[in-house]
Every structure is written in structure tokens, then in C-alpha cells.
């Protein structure tokens, strides 16, 4: 299985202190395009290069429910068949009903929203979710004993950890590695990158005429996925 992450906005309702968005995080209302898909551009990119029988799609952001393009963005992706993931701080999921193949990853700010409501807005959530847990967040509260506590169902994640914690969290968890594709469409439907940071396909310009200029000729990632969170979190909800 292959993963697609779409950063549908940089902008978000929350401001943690440690948000890797802060330098460009904008107003939703911000007339620049960093709150902006072409939904025409990736329905034909999507149609052309991304099976939904290959591919998940995780949409992130900044906050991704916040973008005005979200819920036409699902339904567009839901009509095309694919599994939906959706990053998301946990206070905006109700804006969409239930939907067949969605699934959200909440991650709790607890700088930003008492665990209280997080806990709260998962069990109302309209489609399934689980909690992102982070095994060597440096917080004050651990997280993990929490979700148990409140039954709530988590996925690891893998931003922190070295390659021993991470390799035993896999084993534990029976997660076993396969080469995949990871790639991301940037800043907002502009440009789509391989986990490598090599250019992908360029949306902008994509055309019927351009489009297989764009990818590289090595596609697979085939490294230990340390820094693939997005791999990491959908291999667990997904189970592939
Ligand atoms: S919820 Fe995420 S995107 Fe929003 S401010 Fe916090 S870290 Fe940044």
C-alpha cells in the first residue's frame, strides 16, 4: 500500500507552541493559495496516477476541516473510491457526517484543549477515530495512560523516536516493513513531492500533455521508514 498526503491548508484554530506550521500559518481568510485546492487539477492527477486500490490519502494541514475545500474534497475522494485519513486536532470533525472509508487521527494539543473535550470529541465523532500517541513526546501528562484509561483506541506514531525504540514499538505492535511509496502534495495543490523530497508531479502546470515529465524515475521508498509517520499511522488503522 502506498500513502498520499494532500496539506489541504497552513492555517489552523489552535497555536502550539511546537506547531511546525508557525511560520506560515495564515488566516483561513487569507486570499493566498495556502488555503486552496484545485479540485478539477486533482481529481485528474489522482484519475491518472494514484490507484485507489494502491493508495491511501491522508489529508493534513495546519487544520485540514478548516479549509473551505474539505468536505467537497471528501466527498470527491469517497466518489473515487479511496481510503480517507484525516489528520486533525479533534475540535471540527463533526462538520461531515458519516462516510464510508473515512477515518480521522486525532492528535491531543494539550496546550490547546483539555483532555476532557479531546476525549469527548472522539467518542461523538460521526466516523471512526483514534488518538495520536507519540512515544517519546516530551509532555508533561502521558497521553498513552489516558486513552486507556478513557478506552480510547491509538495509533504510535514516529516523529521522535530512534531506530531501537522504533524498531521494538514496530515488533511489538507486528507491524512488518514493506517497501511503499509515500508522497505529498504541498502547499495547497501546487506541487506533489516523493517522501525523498523529489518533485513528483507539478500540479500546477499539470497537463495530459506534461504530466509524466514530473515523476521521478525512483518512485519506492524503500528506506527505513523512521521518518514516515504517515506510513507508520495508516499501516496500524488500516491494517495494510
Ligand atoms: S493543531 Fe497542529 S497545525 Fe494547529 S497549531 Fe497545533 S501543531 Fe500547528
Known sequence: MNYLTIV???????????????????????????????????????????????????????????????????????????????????????????????????TWHETQMDFKTFSKNIQNCNNECYAVYYPNKKTETDAKVLFDLYSIPYVYCSWNEDLFTFGNIMEKLKIPYVPFESITINNVGEVAVCAKMKPYANLYNYTSKNKYDFIPKQKTCTGFPTICPVWFRNIQAWGV
Open 8 to 106: 489541504l491548508t497552513s492555517s489552523c484554530n489552535f497555536k502550539c507552541p511546537e506547531c511546525p506550521m508557525g511560520e506560515y500559518r495564515k488566516s483561513i481568510e487569507d486570499p493566498r493559495n495556502y488555503n486552496y485546492i484545485n479540485l478539477e487539477k486533482l481529481s485528474e492527477f489522482l484519475r491518472d496516477l494514484i490507484d485507489p486500490c494502491e493508495w491511501i490519502i491522508e489529508l493534513t494541514g495546519g487544520e485540514p476541516t478548516l479549509c473551505k475545500e474539505y468536505i467537497p474534497t471528501i466527498n470527491l475522494l469517497t466518489k473515487m473510491g479511496y481510503r480517507i485519513s484525516v489528520l486533525t486536532n479533534a475540535t471540527n470533525m463533526n462538520v461531515i457526517g458519516r462516510h464510508p472509508n473515512l477515518k480521522y487521527f486525532c
